[in-house]
């Protein structure tokens, strides 16, 4: 089973998800084994707690080089022996030594459909605020391999949902969790630690 690490900074829904249907008995491939918080108040790290699964902070410094803050976090990494990585709503860019030690092993989730409202400044309410202002009728989450180009990585899984009359950024940011993110972080998560077990044991 690959030792799995969540990285978070939030509330942590999408963390909940895996750790459901982790209990569920959705996930045989990956254990959860680390939560890795960007900051102590992430309300993520309960989460983590509840659910028996090891929390620990790992937070930036001010004016701390992008690159020993990436050398602190291989360290965590290394010393939990950890094979792949989720970000789960993990708001700090990560620096370009991690992405390399873990290449095609970090999966992040975005909520809409990349290439569309994507890249530096898409994060949170921005997302669907620009999906709603653009006028899109579908939208959606992606899951994929993160890369040293924000949201540009390779598309593991993309699942839509359709905008409907009167959606505000608030209800479109629910809605596409509800019938997106947390159904398809943890089967990418699944599949991606499905198919790397395969090629180890190959
Ligand atoms: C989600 O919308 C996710 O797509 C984005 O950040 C949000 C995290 O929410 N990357 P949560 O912390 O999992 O509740």
Sequence with gaps: MLRTAVLVSGGGTNL?????????????HAGISLVIASNPAAY?????????????????????????YGERL???????????????GFLTILPENVIRAYDHRILNIH????????????YGLKVHEAALNYG?????????FVNEI????EI??????????????????????EEAEWILLPQALEDVARKLSEEETA
């Design 136 to 144: 899109v009728k579908v939208t959606g989450a992606t899951v994929h």
């Design 74 to 88: 291989l360290a965590v990494l290394r010393e939990n022996r950890i094979d792949l990585c989720v970000l789960a």
């Design 150 to 153: 924000p949201d540009g990585g």
């Design 156 to 177: 593991i899984a993309q699942r839509a949902v359709t905008i409907q009359e009167g959606d505000t950024p608030e209800i479109l940011q629910r809605r596409v969790m």
């Design 16 to 28: 909940q998800a895996i750790l459901d249907a982790k209990a569920a008995g959705k996930i045989p």
């Design 44 to 68: 993520a790290l309960e989460r983590a707690k509840a659910a028996g699964v090891p929390g620990c902070v790992v937070q930036k410094g001010k004016g701390e080089p992008i690159e020993a």
């Design 111 to 122: 909520p809409s459909l990349i290439p569309s409202f994507c890249g530096k400044g898409f």
